[in-house]
Nanobody, 126 residues
Framework: QVQLVESGGGLVQAGGSLRLACAASGRTFRSYTMGWFRQAPGKEREFVAV????????VHADSVKGRFTISRDNAKNTVYLQMNSLKPEDTAVYYC???????????????????WGQGTQVTVSS
């Protein structure tokens, strides 16, 4: 059974930074694409970033490009999201997810992911 556990969320002032981590267990972590999504109150869950199995390919949403960076450490079974220059509109619950598809383009949609963590709250004050 796959388990994904996010950590690192919290309250930060606008312009500040946070690093989220997602620890995976139960599968061969290095074999799967991993993604970060977020969901603000009253809004749909949206794509933030995705990283390939080896970490060699990444895609970031336009809204976070240049401010957020996804990375992974396969030796630690962990994927990270470094968030800099945070804005109040970044406030949301952040989820990591695992994509079980093989040989497909990096997933940008929630339906392409098979396993999800419980989420971690990020609140950015103005």
């Amino acid at each position: 059974q796959v388990q994904l556990v996010e950590s690192g969320g919290g309250l930060v002032q606008a312009g500040g930074s946070l690093r989220l981590a997602c620890a995976a267990s139960g599968r061969t972590f290095r074999s799967y694409t991993m993604g970060w999504f977020r969901q603000a109150p009253g809004k749909e869950r949206e794509f933030v970033a995705v990283i390939s199995e080896s970490g060699g390919r990444t895609v970031h949403a336009d809204s976070v490009k240049g401010r957020f960076t996804i990375s992974r450490d396969n030796a630690k079974n962990t994927v990270y999201l470094q968030m800099n220059s945070l804005k109040p509109e970044d406030t949301a619950v952040y989820y990591c997810a695992e994509d079980d598809r093989r040989g497909m383009p990096l997933g940008l949609r929630t339906r392409e992911y098979d396993y999800w963590g419980q989420g971690t709250q990020v609140t950015v004050s103005s």
